[in-house]
């Protein structure tokens, strides 16, 4: 068994496009108003082509899941939290961190604790993206 992080947004295609040019998502399975699925369901079912039922995808190997919330309404995303921890001797897991979290402010992410040496890690820093969430990276 496992966890997945599962984000409401009130535009997943936007969060969707931005986390895949800024995030570096991959992988990215949307099931979409726009579904043939929708076509013979009631008109208080009925959705606007662009609303994501769910979508899945992947950023540095994990898996997180999303969808819009119903008729589109604003939602608070702050206090969801993604975090990557990594082992701060592999290396090659420390330059994706690093990547990860300079593509992301690059990207227009806001870091609310720069990537660095804490008291409690080698490697730690926090950003806050447009769509409320925050991620964060902490070496082990």
């Not at 806001?110 to 730690?124: F, I, N």
Request: aromatic share 16%; glycine share 8%; net charge negative.
């Amino acid at each position: 068994m496992k966890s997945i992080q599962y984000f409401n947004f009130q535009n997943s295609l936007s969060a969707l496009n931005f986390y895949e040019k800024h995030l570096g998502a991959k992988n990215i399975q949307r099931l979409g108003g726009d579904d043939e699925m929708f076509d013979h369901m009631p008109k208080e079912y009925q959705v606007d082509d662009d609303f994501t039922m769910h979508a899945s995808f992947e950023i540095l190997g994990e898996t997180f899941y999303c969808s819009d919330t119903m008729d589109n309404k604003k939602i608070d995303n702050s206090g969801a939290i993604a975090v990557f921890t990594f082992d701060y001797t592999n290396e090659a897991d420390k330059d994706k961190a690093v990547a990860f979290f300079n593509k992301a402010i690059e990207g227009g992410c806001k870091a609310t604790m720069p990537l660095g040496k804490t008291e409690w890690s080698k490697l730690y820093g926090m950003f806050n993206d447009p769509f409320g969430v925050t991620w964060m990276i902490n070496s082990e």
